[in-house]
């Protein structure tokens, strides 16, 4: 099982864009990526939407988010969060270890 959290983070005049440039050019993000049990932690700009900046943060299991969101990181998070003015809308997800299944498989390109 893991989970993957997808946050989007929302600000004004370019500040979610700026947030996550800071978050990589800072070693935050390599940091991140380094912890047991993540799995992926990467930006996305929706096509439709350029005040918003999608993160999905995935994890082995809800004791490596315990520990990350215990960590001194959280802390480096949260202010960058603040210097940008950002809101958040989370999404979250549990896989079922199933993966896609063989039904679906005629739908994907490789």
Do not use: C
């Not at 989970?3 to 991140?32: C, H, P, Q, W």
């Not at 603040?82 to 958040?88: P, R």
């Amino acid at each position: 099982m893991s989970i993957t959290v997808n946050l989007y983070y929302t600000g004004r005049d370019g500040s979610a864009r700026k947030f996550a440039e800071e978050m990589v050019s800072s070693g935050t993000v390599d940091a991140i990526r380094a912890e047991p049990g993540n799995l992926k932690y990467d930006y996305f700009t929706p096509f439709d939407d350029p005040e918003t900046v999608l993160l999905i943060d995935s994890w082995a299991d809800q004791s490596a988010i315990d520990v990350h969101h215990a960590s001194p990181m959280m802390q480096t998070i949260a202010a960058l969060r603040s210097k940008y003015d950002l809101h958040m809308r989370v999404e979250r997800y549990i896989s079922d270890e199933v993966g896609v299944p063989e039904k679906d498989q005629k739908f994907i390109r490789k």
